[in-house]
Each structure stands twice: as C-alpha cells, then as structure tokens.
C-alpha cells in the first residue's frame, strides 16, 4: 500500500535536527520517562476489561473470522476492522479518568 | 520445559518464518535477549532504545504499534514495514514491541514460533523477582506434591461391571417407567433443601457407585466405630431405598435426625440453605471417615468418598503491583461459589453504536468464571506485605483451579448484602448455563500462561488429558423469596431430564431445566458421565424387597 507521506527532512530521527518537537510530543515523553505512561496503559487496560469493552472486541473479532475463515484473516485485518469501532465505544467515564489522571501528572510535572 | 504443545494446536510457521529460522540456525533469536523487559504487570516488552522514543524509521510515528526488525533493529509502523521487508531481503521477521510478538513483514500477520516464545518466557521468569532466586515459580508449584493422581477413569477402583453384589439384569419395566434410582423424597416440614442436595448427591457418579457397590457396610460400620449415628449409613439406607425399585416417596426420617445431631446449629424446622446443608453434609462424611482411619490428613489426599469426589485444589496468585513479586497458594476446597456477573450488564456506556451479535446483557456461566478467574486489584486499604520490597504494597489477585475434582459443585450466589441498609436480597437475574462445560480456561495451567501473553509455549504442568470436559447431571434451582422459597432438582439420566419436586417426579423437556433459576450445578467429568449412562440397567438385590414384585406405577 503505497503512502504519500511527506518525509521529514531527517528522516533517521536524530536528536532536534530541525524540528522542534511539538507539546504532544514533549508529554509523551514526559510521560514515558517518569513510567507514567506505563501505569495509566496498565489503568485503561484494567478499566477496558471491567466494563466489557475487551470483550465485544473479541466478540467482533470472532464474528469476521467466522465469516472470512480462520486462514484468511491477518492481524492487520482485524486492527483495521476494529480500531475505529473501538475508539468509538470507549465509555466516557473512561476517558473522563485518565484525562484526570493526565492532567494532574502535568501538573505535577510543572509543565 | 518441552517445546511440544499437547492441547494448544501449534499454528504452522509461514513460508517466510520457516526461511528465516533455517538460515539463522541457533541464534535466530539471538539480537532480541537482551532487550527483552519484563513490567510488573508481566508484559514483556523490546526495550531497546531507553533513551530515544521509539519511532518510525520512516514516518516518525511513535504512537500504536511498532514493530522491531530482527535483522538490522530498525524500527517500523504496520503502514511502512512491508516496505522495509520488500526493500531488504531477509529482513521479514520482526517483533511487536509492545507485546513481544512475532510478525511476518510479508504475510502481514502475527506468527508463532514455539522457540521464540521460549525465549521470551524464559527472560520473563528470569526478569521477575523470585524468579532467578528459587526454581519455583509459575512452572512448577511450590509444595505441591509430585504424584499426580490421575483420577480419571477408574481412580476412585470403582467399576459397576466388577462387582460382585450387582446383578445385571433387563428391568422388565424399563419402557413405561423411569430409570431405577428416581425416587420421590417427602417434605419432612420446609426439608426441600434436604431433599433437593439428596437427589443431586445420589445421583452423582462417584457416590451412586460407591453406595451401590456397598462400599460402605452399615454393619461392619457399627462394629467398628460403635456408635449408633453415622451420616453414612443413612446416605446408604436412602440409596439402596432409591435404588430398590419401589417408587412410593420416600422418608428420609433417619437422616435428617442424623443430621440434626451432627449440624445442631441448622436443626429446626425453618427453610435452610441448600448448599450450606452440602457443606455440612459433605463435613459430617468427612468427619466419620476421618476418625475411622484416625489420621489428620489434609483435605487434598483425604480418601473419604465425600472428597474423592468432590475435592479439588485452588491456586491463588497474589502480585504486588510494583515489583511485580508473586507468591502463590494453595487451598483444597469441595465447591466453587461464583458471584453473578451483573455489574457489567447494565448499560452505563452511552455512546456504543455498535453492538456485537452477542447478547451482553445476560448473566452466564462462563461470565461468572471468567469473573472468578480475573485478576482483581485489591483496594488501597488492603495492601499486603511484598517479600521483594520489604513493605506494605498494592497487590492484584487472581484465583484459578489447580486440580478438578470428579465431581464439579459450582454454587451460584444468589444472596446481595447491603451494609447500608442492613439487609440481604435475593438476586433473581437468570443466569445462562450450558450442559457440556469445558473448564480449560479457568485451569491455573491456562491462567498462568496467560500472564506471559499471546504464547504457544508448552508449560511444564499443561494437562494434556482431557479431563476438564465436563457434563452436568444436576441442577438445584430456587424459586421465591430469601426466607421462604422453595428448592427442586433436576436431573438428567441417560439424556432424559427429570424434575425431582420433594416427592413429585416428573419427566420434564431440556428447555424447562434451561429456563430455571439455578442456585447450584452438579457437573461430572466426561468420562464418568459416559460410563454411568451406559445401557446397563441393574436392580440392587436388597434383602429387604423382591424386585420383581410389581409396584403401583412410576409416576
């Protein structure tokens, strides 16, 4: 599948050559270093089982690889059928809380 | 550690996989030892670049899935890796970050290879603290004891065909009556929890052999132990009055006042709850047995009937959340009671526009296990002493079921308390059950290995027999309210249902037994429930009827 994605113009990533990062970078990395990001991954994984989100993914899942036939489904087939169905299911409440939880890590991390 | 997979069908390596592992003989997995991190949580993840965030080589993407080229570590999203594995050759295989798992550049899907996950487990189990101190750790269990009893066919020695007091012959009434054994009990005043655990307890497999073959003696019982009450005894006088071809309801006066003596708590004329009678019920066996052999053995050997039958082995798993330490335990137990899966029923999430073909919104059996098998995180008020760092830490629980027994007691749990109010309610909610049950998923050796991910490794302990397939035989059911219902039971003999009602019999469809309000189910392994199905009609000869006298009716 071809892309047109436009190359950076340091396309090995080398440290800040030319391009600042942006603030949602600057979080995320925030995030990853004080282990944060581990612990609310850790979080919604728990939240996303407990009110069945897991389990209607699964449900789906299961659905089309009965219908297309267990050799004819890859990994990538299954992410792309779901993802936005997933995304779109999240409960609020769900978001509500790690919203939260990010927000008061930032504050915190006297942003 | 084998690498040979017994239950798990090993999915077959793709064309590219299988190329790739030839080329690379032994250190096929080499490049990725040492860059395997283990969380608390147990998730294995390749951790390469602890400075940098991990990015696209190509787009920079750093968020979703990214994966790691086992070849030259370079690192890629799914929209760009099929080109770095189309530009390189030999640069097809590559491993999920995140997850630790392989993934064919080229087939564009998730692979599995036995070798890899060994390695990935074999770092996990390193990684983990306790895990390169001791050699037990989630592979084998610390303090168990290494004779496995296969408990499976002829375990318990009882074979109907072998012995010696039964004589098989044609029940000349087969067609137009029911099968020997069903016999209606009297209501003795509010005694249908008596009656109900009765039937289920007569009818179990184990038991019904083990009363008909006259495992128990009632005469040399009184000459042994010299004491005029035992529950044994009088489960043997109502088996063989059940089993004598007579089909007049049936007074179990003897029992109930053996009963009363070894319960004295329970005695009274009030409705009582049926599984607490089969705990005590279960108990008094037990108790008698265990003061015969005058031995103190624990209840996982104990040689009683009550638990050959019905004991198994609880493993429970406590993991501190920061270390990721686990210690684990052990605990016999005779039944499972499982709390209903109502909380995630109600529909709290607004905005789901899609929903599967599945109904989500009924209590099922597999709900309640899956509920009684997930890790729980205890609260913050119930932090537990962690071995590793040496003080009180949040820790996460998880049960699972180390040994089945012959006979599976899965007690529903009916009963909500509210502190607030100060009152206990009946749960109502209809709960789905099936009739063949396979309780693979819920074995520790499958929650275990859960704990490590989306692997094909073999544990050492996997059962490969098939001993987790299970029938029900039994089923309690409730109806009406906390202090005044009422109990029935079904069951199912030679593939007939039939609904025991204090002393009403009657034949009854599967869709009814379906329908009912459950409180207990009676499951027996597979293999068991075969062999007590079989044609083999046979009349206990009790010296105290004729059985060929012809009886007033079946209904």
């Known amino acids: 599948m071809k892309h047109s994605v436009n190359r950076p113009p340091t396309p090995d990533a080398a440290e800040d050559q030319g391009k600042e990062p942006t603030l949602q970078e600057i979080i995320n990395i925030k995030l990853i270093e004080s282990g944060e990001k581990e612990r609310l991954m850790e979080l919604l994984r728990e939240r996303l089982i407990d009110c069945g989100w897991k389990d209607e993914m699964k449900a789906l899942c299961r659905a089309h690889v009965k219908k297309k036939g267990r050799t004819n489904v890859t990994v990538d087939d299954l992410v792309h059928l779901i993802t936005p169905k997933g995304r779109a299911s999240v409960p609020d409440s769900v978001k509500a809380e790690l919203l939260q939880r990010i927000r008061t890590f930032l504050m915190s991390a006297a942003l | 550690m084998c690498a040979r997979n017994s239950i798990y069908t090993n999915p077959k390596p793709c064309k590219h996989l299988a190329d790739y592992k030839l080329r690379h003989g032994f250190n096929t997995y080499d490049s990725i030892r040492n860059c395997l991190k283990t969380t608390p949580n147990g998730r294995t993840r390749v ?10 080589s190509f787009c920079d993407r750093y968020q979703g899935r990214l994966y790691f080229c086992l070849m030259c570590s370079s690192l890629w999203c799914p929209s760009h890796i099929l080109l770095h594995a189309q530009s390189e050759k030999g640069h097809e295989v590559a491993i999920d970050m995140d997850r630790s798992e392989l993934y064919c550049c080229l087939c564009c899907d998730q692979v599995y290879d036995p070798d890899f996950d060994k390695v990935v487990v074999c770092n996990q189990v390193k990684d983990l603290p306790g895990g390169s101190k001791s050699k037990t ?74 009363f008909l073959n006259d495992r128990h003696n009632s005469v040399q019982c009184r000459k042994r132990s010299g004491e005029k009450l035992c529950l044994l005894c009088d489960i043997d006088a109502i088996s063989s009055a059940m089993f004598c071809g007579d089909r007049t309801p049936y007074t179990p006066a003897h029992f109930l006042y053996s009963w009363w003596q070894h319960s004295s708590n329970l005695a009274s004329y009030e409705e009582q709850d049926a599984h607490e009678f089969f705990i005590s019920v279960l108990d008094g066996i037990h108790e008698k047995e265990s003061k015969i052999r005058n031995s103190g053995k624990d209840d996982g050997d104990c040689q009683c009937i009550a638990h050959r039958a019905f004991s198994g082995l609880l493993r429970s798993d406590v993991t501190c959340i920061s270390c990721g330490f686990s210690s684990t335990t052990y605990d016999p137990c005779v039944d499972i009671s499982l709390n209903m899966d109502t909380s995630n029923l109600s529909s709290s999430n607004a905005n789901k526009p899609i929903k599967p073909d599945e109904k989500t919104s009924v209590s099922t059996l597999s709900g309640c296990l899956n509920l009684f098998t997930r ?100 089923v309690i059911a409730h109806s009406g309210m906390l202090e005044s219902g009422h109990y029935v039971t079904y069951l199912r003999l030679k593939n007939q249902w039939y609904k025991c009602d204090d002393a009403w019999i009657s034949e009854v469809d599967e869709g ?44």
């Open chain 2, 47 to 56: 951790a390469k670049h602890t400075t940098k965030i991990p990015r696209c």
């Open chain 2, 137 to 210: 750790n989630s592979f084998e269990a610390s303090g168990e004891r290494s004779s496995k009893r296969k408990r499976l066919d002829s375990g318990i020695g009882l074979d109907l065909k072998k012995s010696e007091l039964l004589v098989s012959m044609r029940d000349r009434r087969a067609k137009s009556c029911y099968p020997l054994g069903l016999r209606g009990l009297n209501n003795l005043g509010s005694t249908c929890f008596m009656n109900s655990v009765l039937q289920a307890l007569l009818h179990a497999p184990p038991l019904r052999n083990y």
């Open chain 2, 512 to 555: 009814i037994v379906r329908a009912s309000q459950c409180y207990m189910l009676f499951y027996v392994q597979k293999l068991l429930y075969n062999k007590a199905n079989e044609d083999s009609s046979f009349v206990r000869i009790s010296p105290r009827r004729d059985p060929f006298e012809s009886t007033a009716g079946c209904s």
């Open chain 2, 375 to 474: 890790a729980e995180r205890l609260g913050s008020d119930q932090k537990l002493h962690c071995q590793n760092c040496q003080e009180l830490r949040d820790s996460s629980k998880q049960l699972s079921i180390r040994r089945l027994p012959l006979v599976l007691c899965l007690h529903i749990k009916r009963v909500e308390h509210s502190l607030v109010r100060k009152i206990s309610r009946k749960i109502n909610q209809y709960m789905q059950f099936p009739f063949s049950l396979d309780m693979t998923p819920y074995l520790s050796s499958s929650i275990v290995r859960s704990k490590f991910g989306n692997r094909i490794f073999t544990f050492e302990y996997d059962n490969s027999n098939s001993s987790a397939a299970y029938e029900i035989f039994a």
